[in-house]
C-alpha cells in the first residue's frame, strides 16, 4: 500500500473521529438537559446557592475563576496525555530510535 491509501485510510478515519465526537457532544447535552423520558434535568442542578463554580485556593471572584480554570487544565491533561504520544512518535524521522531515548536520563 502506497502513501496514497495511508492518506485517505487516515482522512476517513479521522472524519469518523470528528461524527463520533459531534454525536456523544450532543448526546452529552441531551442527556443533561433532560432529554431522557422518566428524568430529570442533571445539567445545572448545581446552579443554585452560589454551588455552580466554587472558590479554589481563594476567596470571592478570583477563586472561582481559579476553579473554572483548574478544571479546563485537568480537563485538557486528562485528553492530551493519551494524544501526546501518539503525536511525538508521529512526528519523529526515526521512530524505533525516538520511543526508547525519551525515556533515557542523560548522562
Known amino acids: ?3 496514497k491509501w495511508f492518506g485517505e485510510i487516515e482522512y476517513w478515519l479521522s472524519f469518523v473521529k470528528i461524527v463520533t465526537l459531534t454525536g456523544l457532544i450532543l448526546l452529552g447535552l441531551i442527556i443533561n438537559l433532560g432529554g431522557v423520558p422518566g428524568q430529570g434535568r442533571i445539567g445545572f442542578r448545581y446552579w443554585k446557592n452560589g454551588r455552580a463554580f466554587r472558590p479554589y485556593k481563594k476567596t470571592g ?3 472561582k475563576f481559579l476553579g473554572f480554570v483548574n478544571a479546563l487544565v485537568l ?17 519523529a524521522k526515526v521512530r524505533s530510535f525516538a520511543g526508547p531515548s525519551s525515556s533515557v536520563e542523560p548522562s
Do not use: K, Q
Not at 81 to 87: C, F, P, R, S
Open 61 to 63: 471572584d478570583l477563586g
Open 75 to 91: 480537563a485538557l491533561f486528562a485528553y492530551m496525555g493519551t494524544e501526546l504520544v501518539g503525536v511525538t512518535v508521529g512526528e
Open 1 to 3: 500500500m502506497g502513501i
